[in-house]
């Protein structure tokens, strides 16, 4: 007995003291959560927190968000069946292309009241962190707005206080204006906090900021300016549209910034001028990540960290690919007509002479010719190359009678006349009528397509950045900027720097810059870099350009560098081989214009589609958000 009672003594003392031990431990912090001060004490924890927001940013053509919409608008064709109603379809519904995300506002909000608050980060730490934090919110409201018109305008993070009456939460629309003078302003407010430093490309720099001011101002004064052309897009409120009076104003800010990054101010950006041929220049501009003087705000990718992308996968030319992948992006003939002869003028893919009799080539490649070197940099044409193999595009024999003798596969083998024995018939990359992953226009995608080994394979991927802002673009600002105040010596001299970049030798003359000249120059810049779209409505043509109605290859082939030419069908040029032995153009090259078999349906831009659709359930919670015009 004497032994057991020190052993129960014992046990209830133990018991006592992991019981106060249990209550201690309830109020000890867990240490997989940091509070909000932990969290922005240390420059390297704070940077992760702003790496998430960076990587939530939204771009309307992305390399990591699917090919698909690289492949719409009649600049291309989509090479795979699954998504051959882009092609099929006879109008866009009112909600393509929105975008309302306030959950991404609410936590940039929380990281610039937590980053104000911060009392052990470095005062040059914080500057910037904010600043980028700023810079991200402004770029996203532009993303908004563009899509949306005026959008609820938030810049603070909102609590609910559970009282039962949530109205206070409830922000009406801005006025468009007002978007845009936020992103503007912002722009504005922050640049000189943000570092000058050209090689930083993938956080927030002053170039970033003043592309960013550049570019948005830009949008503003089109919509001030040709909003009067479409006056049902409008609301009494001005949620949508902006003033006529607005325009110049918007412009002068445009151009401002733009000559504030051409002038050096914000770095020693410039074009990309690194390799001798002109065409593969163009096509490292979106590949080199070492010296790149062009770039200026990308989203990079890295193997070593595991963040790549499948954009090449995709897009690569299919036959020798890693894999056998790709093929899916197919340019359209209507943006490959588009690039000028080097005699600055527009003229058609010569397939026919005056007659309308086929013109023969020796080889492939010589239809292109004598063409601005932003089409080779841009598409891959038939007879030229990728990763150092030529690429095997033409769709089959042209007889004697004119008749075809072609395959139902890649590389199919028939038995001409007059021989004993099957040769190719086809190529091995197409094009193949409705054959997925051939090129079913005739052309591959070369912008953006990567030829560093290991590139086009699932298990390796893509490492090459997308660019969101650029140098070029930011001469195009100032050159539309400068063309629309009517100063267009000095807009011709901005367009011209570009253009002679692309062998266009010819300087533009201020009499020859107009609209027509404005918009042609952004399309073959800026091909498959995420802006016809934008573009297109924000000069208020879309309705024009893509009418819903049908073309004949005459639509085709007529009115080349007008602005508002029809393109609502992607046209492919087919390169037949001639057999006619004993005939002059025995073996030589002739093209013929098709019209996919899949394309059924006409592209329409509505009125409607100028605003993007307000989901009913965000305005059930939130009645002061008025509906968009024509909805």
Not at 296 to 310: M, P, Q, T
Not at 515 to 543: C, P, S, Y
Not at 625 to 630: E, S
Request: glycine fraction near 8%; aromatic fraction near 12%; include cysteine.
């Amino acid at each position: 007995m004497k032994k057991i009672f020190p052993i129960i003594l014992a046990g209830i003392l133990l018991n006592a003291a992991a019981c106060k031990k249990d209550s201690a431990f309830l109020d000890v912090q867990p240490t997989s959560i940091l509070t909000n001060q932990q969290a922005f004490s240390d420059p390297a924890q704070v940077l992760s927190i702003l790496a998430d927001l960076y990587n939530r940013q939204q771009d309307f053509s992305g390399l990591d968000n699917g090919w698909a919409s690289f492949a719409d608008f009649s600049e291309s064709f989509p090479s795979e069946n699954g998504s051959a109603s882009i092609v099929q379809r006879n109008e866009w519904g009112f909600k393509e292309w929105e975008t309302w995300d306030y959950g991404y506002i609410r936590d940039l909000n929380l990281f610039i009241e937590r980053a104000t608050e911060a009392n052990t980060l470095a005062e040059t730490d914080k500057k910037r962190f904010l600043a980028e934090a700023r810079f991200l919110r402004a770029n996203y409201y532009f993303e908004m707005v563009k899509r949306m018109g005026g959008v609820p305008l938030i810049l603070q993070s909102l609590r609910y206080d559970f009282s039962g009456d949530p109205t206070y939460l409830q922000y009406p629309r801005a006025k468009e204006s007002e978007i845009y003078d936020f992103v503007i302003s912002e722009a504005e407010a922050i640049k000189n906090d943000l570092p000058v430093n050209p090689n930083e490309k993938s956080r927030a720099t002053k170039g970033a900021a003043l592309a960013m001011e550049s570019r948005a101002a830009l949008y503003a004064g089109s919509i001030a300016r040709y909003g009067v052309n479409t006056p049902q897009v409008s609301l009494p409120g001005l949620e949508v549209s902006i003033p006529a009076s607005m325009a110049n104003g918007y412009y002068t800010k445009a151009l401002n910034a733009a000559k504030e990054i051409i002038s050096g101010s914000a770095g020693a950006y410039a074009l990309y001028k690194n390799k001798p041929d002109l065409g593969e220049n163009f096509a490292s501009i979106f590949l080199d990540k070492g010296n790149n003087p062009e770039s200026i705000w990308v989203e990079d990718y890295k193997l070593r960290s595991g963040r790549v992308n499948g954009f090449t996968v995709s897009t690569q030319p299919r036959y020798g690919a890693e894999e056998e992948e790709g093929g899916r992006i197919n340019p359209s003939l209507n943006l490959v007509q588009s690039f000028e002869k080097l005699d600055n003028s527009f003229a058609p893919i010569p397939h026919t002479d005056g007659s309308g009799n086929p013109v023969y080539y020796n080889n492939l490649s010589d239809i292109f010719a004598g063409r601005d070197a932003r089409l080779y940099g841009t598409v891959i044409l038939p007879g030229s190359s990728f990763k150092g193999r030529p690429v095997d595009i033409w769709a089959g024999y042209q007889l004697a009678d004119g008749s075809i003798v072609t395959g139902d596969d890649r590389g199919a083998q028939k038995t001409l006349p007059g021989q004993s024995g099957p040769v190719q018939v086809v190529g091995f990359d197409g094009p193949v009528s409705a054959k997925e992953f051939t090129a079913q226009t005739g052309f591959y995608l070369r912008k953006y397509v990567d030829p560093t080994p290991g590139a086009g394979s699932r298990g390796t991927n893509s490492e090459i950045p997308f660019i969101r802002y650029r140098y070029a673009e930011v001469m195009l600002n100032a050159a539309e900027a400068a063309f629309e105040l009517g100063q267009a010596d000095e807009a011709a001299g901005y367009m011209n720097q570009v253009r002679a970049r692309a062998g266009l030798t010819i300087p533009l003359t201020a009499t020859d810059i107009s609209f027509d000249r404005i918009v042609h120059e952004r399309r073959v810049e800026l091909a498959f870099e995420g802006h016809i779209l934008f573009d297109k409505k924000r000069w208020r043509i879309a309705h024009l350009v893509w009418d819903g109605n049908k073309m004949t290859a005459a639509d085709l082939l007529s009115n080349i560098g007008s602005a508002t030419k029809r393109s609502t069908q992607p046209f492919g040029l087919w390169p037949y081989r001639l057999h006619n032995p004993g005939n002059a153009n025995h073996g030589k090259w002739s093209f013929r214009i098709v019209l996919p078999v899949t394309v059924t349906g006409a592209n329409r831009f509505r009125l409607g589609n100028y605003y993007s659709f307000i989901d009913d359930n965000i305005r059930a919670n939130n009645p002061k958000i008025v509906r968009q015009p024509n909805q």
